[in-house]
C-alpha cells in the first residue's frame, strides 16, 4: 500500500499569512505524465470537499487562493490568504494504485 | 442538484450485518465510478473499496477483502455495502462518494455503531 505521510499535523496561521501543508508518498503516484493526487478540507459535521485533485488542478466553485504542486512523492497545498473559513482538516489523498489511500490529515487552526 | 445520500445505518451487534445504501440523483450515476469510505469516531479516512460503472471491476482495501460487499444497480441509482462479521472497530461513519481518480461528490454519511 502507498502511505501518505502528511506534516505538520496541526497549524496555526494568522488572518492573510499562508498555510502549507505537505504530503509525502511512500512510492511514486505519478503515471503517464499525471500526478494521481488529490486535496480534500473537511470542516466538523461535514462531509470532505474536494479541493485540488490531479496534485495542481483546482475543483470548480474552489477558491484561488488554494494551490497544490507536486510529483512523483513530494506534494504540497498552499492556502494564500488564510481566511477564518478555512479552519479545517485536510487530506491529501492517492489514487495512482489500489488501495487507494489517504494522509492521517492536518488539522488548520487560525491563530 | 447532483446528491448522494446515504443511509441503512445504525446499531449492530458484533458478528452482525448490515447493509448500508447510497442513493444517487441529479447525475447518471451508471457512467460512475463509486466508493465507500469511512471514518471512525476522531479519526480519518479510509478508503473502503470501489465499484466501476457496469460493476465488473470491484476493488477493496485488503483488510476488508472478506467482510464488505460492494454493489450496485444502476436502474435505481443506488450504490450499496453489504457489511458482515462486523466488530466494534467498523463502528464510524460510512459516506459514499463519486468519481475516480478523485472523489467530486460526498454524500452526508450514514453512522454504523457496533456494539452489543
Known amino acids: 500500500d502507498i502511505v501518505l505521510t502528511q506534516s505538520p499535523a496541526s497549524l496555526a496561521v494568522s488572518l492573510g499569512q499562508r498555510a502549507t501543508i505537505s504530503c509525502k508518498a511512500s512510492?511514486?503516484?505519478?503515471?503517464?505524465?499525471?500526478?494521481?493526487m488529490n486535496w480534500y478540507q473537511q470542516k466538523p459535521g461535514q462531509p470532505p470537499k474536494l479541493l485540488i485533485y490531479?496534485?495542481?488542478n483546482l475543483e470548480s466553485g474552489i477558491p484561488a487562493r488554494f494551490s497544490g504542486s507536486g510529483s512523483g512523492t513530494d506534494f504540497t497545498l498552499n492556502i494564500h490568504p488564510v481566511e477564518e473559513e478555512d479552519a479545517a482538516t485536510y487530506y491529501c489523498?492517492?489514487?495512482?494504485?489500489?488501495?487507494?489511500?489517504f494522509g492521517a490529515g492536518t488539522k488548520l487552526e487560525l491563530k | 442538484e447532483v446528491k448522494l445520500l446515504e443511509s441503512g445505518g445504525g446499531l449492530v451487534q458484533p458478528g452482525g450485518s448490515l447493509k448500508l445504501s447510497c442513493a444517487a440523483s441529479?447525475?447518471?450515476?451508471?457512467?460512475?465510478?463509486m466508493s465507500w469510505v469511512r471514518q471512525a469516531p476522531g479519526k480519518g479516512l479510509e478508503w473502503i473499496g470501489e465499484?466501476?460503472?457496469?460493476?465488473?471491476?470491484?476493488n477493496y482495501t485488503p483488510s476488508l477483502k472478506d467482510k464488505f460487499i460492494i454493489s450496485r444497480d444502476n436502474a435505481k441509482n443506488t450504490l450499496y455495502l453489504q457489511m458482515s462479521k462486523v466488530r466494534s472497530e467498523d463502528t464510524a461513519l460510512y459516506y459514499c462518494?463519486?468519481?475516480?481518480?478523485?472523489?467530486?461528490?460526498w454524500g452526508a454519511g450514514t453512522t454504523v455503531t457496533v456494539s452489543s
Open positions: 490531479a496534485a495542481s
Open positions: 512510492q511514486s503516484v505519478d503515471y503517464d505524465g499525471d500526478s494521481y
Open positions: 465499484i466501476n460503472p457496469d460493476s465488473s471491476t470491484i
Open positions: 489523498q492517492q489514487s495512482n494504485e489500489d488501495p487507494l489511500t
Open positions: 462518494a463519486r468519481g475516480r481518480p478523485q472523489f467530486d461528490v
Open positions: 441529479g447525475f447518471d450515476f451508471s457512467r460512475y465510478w
